[in-house]
Nanobody, 119 residues
Framework: QVQLVESGGGLVQAGGSLRLSCAAS????????MGWFRQAPGKEREFVARIMWSGGSTYYTNSVEGRFTISRDGAKNTVYLQMNALKPEDTARYYCAARAGGTFKFNYWGQGTQVTVSS
């Protein structure tokens, strides 16, 4: 059973940084794509970034490109989201997700971690 556990959220001032972690367990993830999504109050969940576990290819939504960096540590089975130059509009609950190779949908989700950016 795949389990994803996020950590690292918190309250930060605009311009500050946070690093989110997602500890993955339950299988080997070498053929998986890992992603970060976020959902702000009253808004739909939106894609933030993704990384292919094998090869490390990354992709970002436009609003975070150049400020956020997604990475993974195979030895620790952990995915990270380094967030710099945070803005109040980055405030949301951030979720880690996993998508099996050959599929098109993120099927596994963590519980999320709250990020609040004050102005």
């Amino acid at each position: 059973q795949v389990q994803l556990v996020e950590s690292g959220g918190g309250l930060v001032q605009a311009g500050g940084s946070l690093r989110l972690s997602c500890a993955a367990s339950g299988r080997t993830f070498s053929d998986y794509t890992m992603g970060w999504f976020r959902q702000a109050p009253g808004k739909e969940r939106e894609f933030v970034a993704r990384i292919m576990w094998s090869g490390g290819s990354t992709y970002y939504t436009n609003s975070v490109e150049g400020r956020f960096t997604i990475s993974r540590d195979g030895a620790k089975n952990t995915v990270y989201l380094q967030m710099n130059a945070l803005k109040p509009e980055d405030t949301a609950r951030y979720y880690c997700a996993a998508r099996a190779g050959g599929t098109f949908k993120f099927n596994y989700w963590g519980q999320g971690t709250q990020v609040t950016v004050s102005s």
